[in-house]
């Protein structure tokens, strides 16, 4: 059977790589591994969602859903300090680095939780749901994702996807329109597109 990020227990040798990268005017340094996505540079579609990204009006958390190692919930936990931020992941290799990456770039308002899809979240609520999300695993588990969201967010809470036009962004789009009732390209660069949705 063929290993995927989305595995619960990546079976690869570990094998940790460090780096560093300036988003958003500060320099992290992240530790990726075998097993996980993106194990040698924050990708550009994460580095797209976390520049794209705005606080939302309502008050609450916000889940960096598929988190794996933790760039984008680490730097959305820095620069909004009064936000708690949830990173959650099926993928327990992903999510112990996320836990080790935050400790690593001194960040404390966030939190980790495995969880296939909103599986572990049950009972809880966010203001905003940002995912770079697992296309290789189909486009029925990401529009699921997507309506599993809407149902995760208070009212006027806001989901950020960022996806590839050549993955799938005009379905993701037709999709989420149709959920949500409204979606907006925030931008578009390199063929991939951050879509947003509002919880009207």
């Given amino acids: 059977m063929t290993e995927h990020y989305f595995s619960q227990k990546p079976q690869s040798k570990s094998s940790?790589?460090?780096?560093?990268?300036?988003?958003?005017?500060?320099?992290?340094?992240?530790?990726?591994?075998?097993?996980?996505?993106?194990?040698?540079?924050?990708?550009?579609?994460?580095?797209?969602?976390?520049?794209?990204?705005?606080?939302?009006?309502?008050?609450?958390?916000?889940?960096?859903?598929?988190?794996?190692?933790?760039?984008i919930g680490i730097t959305l936990a820095h620069v909004y300090e009064d936000r708690h931020i949830v990173m959650a992941d099926v993928n327990e290799r992903a999510l112990n680095l996320a836990a080790q990456n935050a400790q690593l770039n001194n960040v404390h308002n966030v939190s980790t939780v495995q969880s296939d899809r909103f599986s572990g979240l049950t009972g809880r609520s966010f203001a905003?749901?940002?995912?770079?999300?697992p296309i290789r695993a189909g486009k029925k588990v990401v529009h699921t994702m997507f309506e599993e969201s809407k149902d995760m967010l208070v009212a006027a809470g806001e989901l950020w996807v960022v996806i590839q036009k050549k993955q799938g962004a005009p379905s993701a789009k037709d999709k989420l329109l149709d959920i949500f009732g409204n979606v907006d390209v925030v931008a578009r660069d390199k063929g991939y597109y951050i879509l947003k949705a509002v919880n009207v």
């Fill in 16 to 71: 940790p790589k460090m780096w560093h990268h300036s988003l958003r005017g500060k320099t992290y340094r992240f530790t990726s591994d075998y097993g996980v996505f993106s194990k040698r540079e924050v990708d550009f579609g994460s580095r797209m969602l976390i520049e794209q990204f705005r606080e939302p009006k309502p008050l609450g958390d916000i889940l960096d859903l598929g988190c794996g190692y933790g760039p």
């Fill in 128 to 133: 905003a749901v940002v995912t770079n999300p």
